[in-house]
């Protein structure tokens, strides 16, 4: 019997098993497939033991009713850290004044400290990983306070470094504990700090690469292609975040110049900047969409269909608002809407198809 | 080792790491002599309205820098000198030319009455600089001298022409010529340049000339008259700490917002700050004492 690497590993093999044995139900009952009693209960006990066994050692949900507690169990621990993480940087802020430069330096230190030990310290005996994605948060939420502190305390200049360290613990704590969140604070921390050296390295002073939004798209293609170099059999969840945080950046970086071409470095006129952008960004809506189909890569099929849309809509505004009657406007907008849905089901006419070896 | 053991580890050492980087960082620029220390009052250090008094979620005190520089008019009108240390807010200095600018490696091809010239130049994003601060020096002493003179021509107009707005002129210039020589501050940016060494070899008195780091960039001033200047936009870092031991010696100053300035408000109170300088060009409050004065 293989052990699942990871937590959502074990959710996915659990699910599987109440799908099949949903499907082996339905099948009995219309006939089509009949295993003998002692074929049955082979088959019902081994089920029950792996989903026991992985109960015990990764807190799965072991149905549909554990699967909603759990969805609000989510929610909760995220809306936590959030609070606790804010809580983290009010206490320090209204007690500061009154501490040597001593004591704020050992506070902060010991505090990034000995958050991220308890973290590693929790995720050692919490299965369900809840408490571990509450505390790991705080922890970081302690880092990022520490070197922000230690900067004004000591009046340092900012500097870009913080952000690598930042990224550092938070890969740390994302590939220690298997949290997505904690793998995109890593990734934005990444993105910031790339931006931020490609900015200086062009002279500018690094704090205005936002200014400049196409210094996403190299880190954007970095993180898109890094799960082809990364071993990820214990973390299969994550390489979707990476194309996903990948493609959000990357969207985001063209939706803004699509509508703000005076941030671009091209040398041309800011129309034809905007136009550039906008017939990239529908080019690249269809082209994710197909990569995604292609590759079963779901968050793919997501961005870049509703990336799609956005420009489409966006588009559509700038054209005809405000020569259109409004009742007019809707309806183009309606009508478009329609065409989406038969072409993507066009579309998934064809991948079902070709699926199941049938020439489409 | 298990896996936990292991990322526990590294994750300490990472933390561990970085703050002895952060923290050897700030004795380096501690250590041995300052590149430079000012004596400054509470006229060149400002207390942002965002502290104690108006913010009571945040218990620690910052100063910044109060900085003023010289008007970017070619021909300083009355207007500019009444202007210049009242709320010092000017920060395209005139002396910041095209030559200064080009030294940064900024774009000064194209004409500033070229059309789309003014995008041209707005676009292009700040660069790293350093600033050279001048205190109570020649540059003070000009723009002092200068508001000596603008008061004594207001009360001669007065003399010779006594109607009610002549006197209330005379009034303005002498109230703003005694405001600049008891509450503005007298600290002014007087050059830049990308090369520590080149500045402090122009400028040696390094208890008269800090220098500082900041941002530059290029702004079109006067475009009918084709000048483009250069614009300071801030200092690094914007705001120094005040540490605990030192508290003390900011008590009863008010936060000085422009209106507090302008209304006299709050007057100083005759204290004097040793704020130095380190290699790393980071301040930091050393000391501080009654002004007998």
Redesign the interface.
């Known amino acids: 019997m293989t052990t699942p690497a990871s937590r959502t590993a074990a959710q996915e093999r659990a699910d599987e098993i109440h799908v099949f044995q949903r499907e082996l139900a339905r099948l009995e009952t219309e006939g089509a497939l009949l295993l003998s009693p002692e074929q049955r209960a082979a088959v019902d006990a081994h089920h029950a033991a792996l989903i026991a066994r992985f109960g015990a050692d990764f807190d799965i949900d072991r149905d549909m009713g554990s699967k909603q507690l759990s969805a609000g169990m989510r929610v909760a621990s995220l809306l936590g850290a959030m609070a606790l993480s804010a809580s983290v940087f ?1 206490v320090f ?9 001593p004591a704020q ?1 050992a506070i ?2 010991g505090a ?2 000995g958050t ?2 308890l973290t ?1 310290w929790i ?2 005996r919490d299965s369900s990983g809840y408490f571990t994605n509450l505390a790991a948060t705080v922890a970081f939420a302690c ?1 990022v306070l ?2 922000s502190m ?9 500097t870009d ?2 952000l690598l ?1 930042w990224a ?2 938070a890969f ?2 994302a ?3 298997d949290l997505r969140v904690m793998l995109m604070a890593g990734l934005a921390c990444v993105f910031a700090f790339t931006c931020a050296r490609l ?1 200086s390295w062009s ?3 690094w ?2 690469f936002n ?2 939004p196409e210094n996403f798209f190299l880190p954007a293609a970095a993180a898109f292609f890094a799960p082809r170099f990364i071993d990820h059999t214990r973390r299969p969840a994550f390489p979707a975040v990476y194309r996903l945080f990948a493609l959000l950046a990357a969207f985001l970086t063209t939706l803004i110049l699509a509508h703000w071409g ?1 941030g671009s470095y091209l040398p041309f ?2 129309e034809t900047i905007e136009s550039a952008y906008q017939w990239a960004a529908f080019v690249g809506g269809a082209l994710v969409s197909w990569l995604g189909i292609r590759r079963g890569w779901r968050e793919c099929v997501d961005v870049g269909v509703t990336f799609f849309v956005i420009f489409l809509y966006s588009k559509i505004f700038e054209w005809w608002w405000e020569s259109m009657p409004k009742y007019l406007f809707f309806l183009v907008l309606g009508l478009t809407a329609v065409v989406i849905l038969l072409v993507l089901r066009r579309l998934r006419r064809s991948v079902a198809l070709s699926s199941a070896g049938v020439p489409s | 080792m298990t896996r936990i053991r292991r990322f526990t580890w590294i994750g300490l050492g990472v933390i561990a790491v970085a703050n002895a980087i952060a923290l050897s960082g700030a004795a380096w620029n501690r250590s041995g002599e300052p590149e430079s220390t000012l004596a400054l009052t509470d006229r060149e250090l400002r207390i942002p309205d965002s502290n104690p008094d108006a913010n009571r979620e945040n218990t620690g005190l910052s100063v910044r820098l109060e900085w003023c520089a010289q008007p970017s008019r070619l021909r300083p009108t009355d207007d500019d000198l009444r202007e210049v240390g009242v709320n010092c807010y000017e920060r395209v200095p005139r002396w910041f030319d095209r030559e200064r600018l080009a030294a940064f490696g900024f774009h000064l091809d194209l004409a500033p009455t070229a059309t789309g010239a003014a995008e041209y130049y707005n676009r292009q994003l700040p660069r790293p600089a350093f600033v050279v601060l001048e205190l109570a020096g020649p540059t003070y002493q000009s723009i002092l001298d200068e508001h000596r003179a603008l008061s004594a021509t207001a009360d001669s107009v007065a003399a010779a022409h006594p109607d009610s707005l002549s006197r209330r002129r005379a009034k303005t210039a002498r109230e703003r010529l005694a405001w600049f020589e008891g509450q503005a501050s007298r600290l002014f940016a007087v050059d830049v340049g990308s090369d520590l060494g080149d500045l402090r070899a122009r400028y040696p008195d390094r208890a008269m000339y800090a220098i500082v780091r900041g941002t530059v960039r290029p702004r079109i001033m006067f475009p009918e008259n084709g000048i483009v200047l250069g614009e300071i936009r801030e200092l690094e870092p914007a705001q120094i700490q005040v540490p605990k031991e030192f508290r003390v010696a900011f008590e009863g100053l008010l936060p000085r917002s422009s209106y507090v300035r302008q209304k006299g408000i709050g007057r100083a109170q005759n204290r004097e700050f040793t704020i130095a300088f380190g290699k790393r060009l980071e301040p930091w409050i050393a000391g501080w004492r009654k002004n007998p004065d």
């Open positions: 009010f802020y209204q007690f500061w004044g009154s501490l040597t430069t330096v902060l230190a990034a400290l991220f030990a590693m995720h050692s880092f520490d070197l230690l900067g004004q305390i000591f009046n340092v200049r900012p470094a913080a360290a550092a613990v740390v704590l590939y220690g504990c900015a002279g500018v002073h704090v205005s200014e400049r005076r006129d800011r």
